[in-house]
């Protein structure tokens, strides 16, 4: 019996652990499109596309795209001095334009550069 208990609280804990890694950002398996780092921001107050609200959208080789597979709450305060309204960063992403919308299987914000 003690030995079924032990089996059991190890996948459990086990579980728990794999549960912290959640999020687009962990999703490294998709090997079949390369990693690139565009703009983001939201696409209504920063990138000029057209919708009601704010949505998070990159900017891939000059043109607008709203991003599917993560949203703009998911990366922080859009509204804050240093948000996706507020301002244009740079994001790690894999995925790829489908129906004129960038379709994520992997967003990383990268860290802002401190301006000297």
Not at 14 to 36: C, M, P, R, V, Y
Not at 37 to 65: H, P, T, W
Not at 84 to 111: D, H, M, Q, S, W
Request: aromatic share 10%; proline share 1%; charged share 25%.
């Amino acid at each position: 019996m003690k030995s079924f208990l032990i089996a059991i609280s190890f996948c459990f804990f086990s579980f728990l652990a794999n549960a912290q890694t959640s999020g687009i950002e962990n999703n490294h398996a998709d090997t079949s499109k390369k990693t690139q780092v565009v703009e983001a921001s939201c696409g209504q107050c920063k990138f000029g596309l057209k919708a009601k609200g704010c949505d998070l959208a990159v900017r891939i080789n000059g043109k607008a795209y709203f991003v599917d597979g993560t949203a703009i709450d998911d990366h922080g305060d859009a509204h804050a001095n240093d948000g996706f309204c507020n301002a244009i960063r740079k994001a790690e992403v894999k995925g790829e334009v489908v129906n004129n919308r960038f379709v994520a299987t992997y967003f990383k914000l990268l860290p802002e550069k401190k301006k000297e």
